[in-house]
T-cell receptor, first 112, second 112 residues
Framework: DAEITQSPRHKITETGRQVTLACHQTWNHNNMFWYRQDLGHGLRLIHYSYGVQDTNKGEVSDGYSVSRSNTEDLPLTLESAASSQTSVYFC???????????FGNGTRLTVT | QQQVKQSPQSLIVQKGGISIINCAYE??????FPWYQQFPGKGPALLIAIRPDVSEKKEGRFTISFNKSAKQFSLHIMDSQPGDSATYFC???????????FGTGTSLTVIP
């Protein structure tokens, strides 16, 4: 079955370090998204991509970057981790058009 | 600025009762309104979705009611069961771009 795999599931890092969260999908979807989930805020869009070499900023993109070198992967990089970036991060993918999102099981990141 | 407003934040319902979660939006360009269900430690999963050309959609015990003029939509869970205990997110998107805007979530607890 097609799926989205996120790794690691849990990560603890120190302030100022660079961190990369992996996302790999086997749906063969063109669209991929990164969200962060925080209590009281729901899911907020960080970055998204509509295809290889395409990346776009979402509503909370400061301090994050992504790259899309193939269809299957969209890694999320925190350039210099901050305590405010402690959160649960979800990767999602979708087909073109107004199609539903398929989510991974998330990465819980703690920045100390 | 929250594009989709969701209420209540939490809800406790007796087994067999009706659970109702409400959402409101402002952007009339939204044309796809899904509901996602999330269990602890998992990513959100699509539960049911509606487009604005219909006022109601039912799938089993789950019904979406949509009021285009009021820019509101709601999720009704009939005969609520303890297994329905989860966090529910409403969302909205435009056909152009497939970017989803999520509500802040409702934590539903169904008491046996």
């Amino acid at each position: 079955d097609a799926e989205i795999t996120q790794s690691p599931r849990h990560k603890i890092t120190e302030t100022g370090r660079q961190v990369t969260l992996a996302c790999h999908q086997t749906w063969n979807h063109n669209n991929m998204f990164w969200y962060r989930q925080d209590l009281g805020h729901g899911l907020r869009l960080i970055h998204y991509s509509y295809g290889v070499q395409d990346t776009n900023k979402g509503e909370v993109s400061d301090g994050y970057s992504v790259s899309r070198s193939n269809t299957e992967d969209l890694p999320l990089t925190l350039e210099s981790a901050a305590s405010s970036q402690t959160s649960v991060y979800f990767c999602a993918s979708s087909d073109i058009g107004n199609s539903p999102l398929h989510f991974g099981n998330g990465t819980r990141l703690t920045v100390t | 600025q929250q594009q989709v407003k969701q209420s209540p934040q939490s809800l406790i319902v007796q087994k067999g009762g009706i659970s109702i979660i409400n959402c409101a939006y402002e952007n009339t360009a939204f044309d796809y309104f899904p509901w996602y269900q999330q269990f602890p430690g998992k990513g959100p999963a699509l539960l049911i979705a509606i487009r604005p050309d219909v006022s109601e959609k039912k799938e089993g015990r789950f019904t979406i009611s949509f009021n285009k003029s009021a820019k509101q939509f709601s999720l009704h869970i009939m005969d609520s069961q303890p297994g329905d205990s989860a966090t529910y997110f409403c969302a909205a998107s435009k056909n152009t771009g497939n970017q989803f805007y999520f509500g802040t979530g409702t934590s539903l607890t169904v008491i046996p």
